[in-house]
């Protein structure tokens, strides 16, 4: 019988990029035609925003963001560490990097070869100046585990889920940046990461995905109503009911597996609710204290319309992984949850050990 282990994290581009260029998308943002334009006067900003951007332009914040960041994912490598799994699941979204007008899947697995080289900075001029001052060709070996993704999606497709996978990239030839930037994470020390992984992508940007072309794209351009919008992506009910059959086909695998959502929850730039600046705190919370209660049921009733307007969409990757656990019965243990008002969105981490 297989054994799993649930942790959750975030891919947050902003740990990837120097200090003094984390802040740059924020101001980019807060320029956009059409974000609400009272938040570019200062003297409408709450008092907990006015003080996370300090005297410094949010300098001494994005360090204690990333000191703070850094040590979460520490700890959650020393947990993955010693549970030394076969192979790590990573639920998250591709933002318009391999998944295009071609084709979107609502999910799909990825079978890797069992290395497979990436360069992380190469393809990204944002980064070419990053956290660790390597440079833009510094190579990132990755090993997947083509067994497990193919048992995966074999058991899901005999469970009556019907399941994409791939063995090859799509319009890159590199992951998305939600499984790439939760390798970068867990080895922050750069001391190596021996595990396997499985990447998981799951379409949380839905009807959204080709508009804001993966970021911002909505904010910057008046969108023309063309038609019937494009599809949406899969519900957080559905995404949860995957999560539940994949703890099924987990258990009984012959495999000790790692199931690892990477996503920050509300996204500032995708919420209507605070004019696209603010993350919405109070939505996040609310999940927050439903996942510490076990109160799963919470998470399952989020209709995509709540969803969308609390910029909760990378939040479906979570939903895959709260589905597991559920089916399971496993509690969550929250390590850390960082909100904030200057850095697009609030991030979570946790895990949840066997019982």
Not at 104 to 109: G, L, Q, S, T, V
Not at 194 to 222: D, E, M, W
Not at 247 to 263: E, G, K, N
């Given at each position: 019988?297989g054994?799993i282990?649930?942790?959750?994290?975030?891919?947050?581009p902003?740990?990837?990029?120097?200090?003094?260029?984390?802040?740059?998308?924020?101001?980019q943002?807060?320029?956009?035609?059409?974000?609400?334009?009272?938040?570019?006067?200062?003297?409408?900003?709450?008092?907990?925003?006015i003080?996370?951007?300090?005297?410094?332009?949010?300098?001494?914040?994005?360090?204690?963001?990333?000191?703070?960041?850094?040590?979460?994912?520490?700890?959650l490598?020393?947990?993955?560490?010693?549970?030394?799994?076969?192979?790590?699941?990573?639920?998250?979204?591709?933002?318009?990097?391999n998944?295009r007008?071609d084709i979107?899947?609502?999910?799909?697995?990825?079978?890797?070869?069992?290395?497979f080289?990436?360069q992380?900075?190469?393809h990204?001029?944002?980064?070419?100046?990053?956290?660790?001052g390597?440079p833009t060709?510094?190579?990132l070996r990755?090993?997947?585990?083509r067994?497990?993704?193919?048992?995966?999606?074999?058991?899901l497709?005999?469970?009556?889920?019907?399941?994409?996978?791939?063995?090859k990239?799509?319009?890159q030839?590199h992951?998305?940046?939600?499984?790439?930037?939760?390798?970068?994470?867990?080895?922050?020390?750069?001391k190596g990461?021996?595990?396997r992984?499985?990447?998981?992508?799951?379409?949380?940007y839905?009807s959204?995905?080709?508009?804001?072309?993966g970021?911002?794209?909505h904010?910057?351009?008046?969108?023309?109503?063309?038609?019937?919008?494009?599809?949406?992506?899969?519900?957080?009910?559905?995404?949860?009911?995957?999560?539940a059959?994949?703890?099924?086909?987990?258990?009984?695998s012959?495999y000790?597996?790692?199931?690892m959502?990477?996503?920050?929850?509300?996204?500032?730039f995708?919420?209507?609710?605070?004019?696209?600046i603010?993350?919405?705190?109070?939505?996040?919370?609310?999940?927050?204290?439903?996942l510490?209660?076990?109160?799963?049921?919470?998470?399952?009733?989020?209709?995509?319309?709540?969803?969308?307007r609390?910029?909760?969409?990378?939040l479906?990757?979570?939903?895959?992984?709260?589905?597991?656990?559920a089916?399971?019965?496993?509690?969550?243990?929250?390590h850390?949850?960082h909100?904030?008002?200057?850095f697009?969105?609030n991030?979570?981490?946790?895990?949840f050990?066997?019982?």
């Amino acid at each position: 019988m297989g054994e799993i282990l649930g942790i959750g994290g975030s891919h947050f581009p902003g740990l990837v990029m120097a200090d003094h260029e984390i802040m740059v998308p924020f101001h980019q943002i807060l320029a956009a035609p059409n974000v609400d334009p009272r938040y570019r006067d200062r003297a409408n900003w709450p008092a907990e925003m006015i003080a996370e951007m300090g005297q410094d332009e949010g300098l001494t914040a994005t360090r204690e963001l990333r000191r703070r960041l850094f040590d979460d994912c520490r700890k959650l490598r020393r947990i993955i560490d010693d549970f030394a799994p076969d192979f790590v699941v990573i639920f998250g979204d591709d933002q318009y990097e391999n998944f295009r007008e071609d084709i979107i899947p609502p999910f799909c697995i990825f079978g890797l070869d069992d290395d497979f080289d990436e360069q992380p900075y190469a393809h990204d001029p944002r980064f070419a100046r990053n956290a660790w001052g390597e440079p833009t060709d510094f190579t990132l070996r990755l090993h997947g585990h083509r067994a497990g993704a193919k048992y995966l999606a074999t058991g899901l497709m005999q469970r009556g889920f019907p399941m994409s996978y791939a063995y090859k990239t799509l319009n890159q030839p590199h992951l998305a940046h939600a499984f790439t930037n939760t390798v970068l994470f867990l080895d922050c020390d750069r001391k190596g990461f021996p595990h396997r992984i499985v990447p998981f992508h799951v379409n949380c940007y839905g009807s959204q995905v080709i508009t804001a072309k993966g970021f911002a794209a909505h904010l910057f351009q008046t969108q023309k109503a063309e038609g019937l919008p494009d599809p949406p992506g899969p519900s957080p009910a559905l995404c949860m009911e995957l999560g539940a059959k994949l703890a099924q086909v987990a258990s009984q695998s012959p495999y000790r597996i790692v199931l690892m959502a990477s996503a920050g929850w509300s996204h500032a730039f995708l919420s209507p609710t605070n004019g696209y600046i603010i993350p919405d705190h109070q939505a996040d919370r609310m999940l927050l204290e439903a996942l510490k209660r076990g109160d799963y049921e919470a998470w399952r009733k989020r209709t995509p319309e709540e969803n969308d307007r609390a910029g909760h969409q990378e939040l479906l990757a979570w939903m895959v992984l709260v589905g597991a656990m559920a089916e399971l019965g496993r509690k969550a243990l929250v390590h850390d949850f960082h909100e904030t008002y200057i850095f697009r969105s609030n991030n979570c981490f946790a895990s949840f050990p066997p019982g």
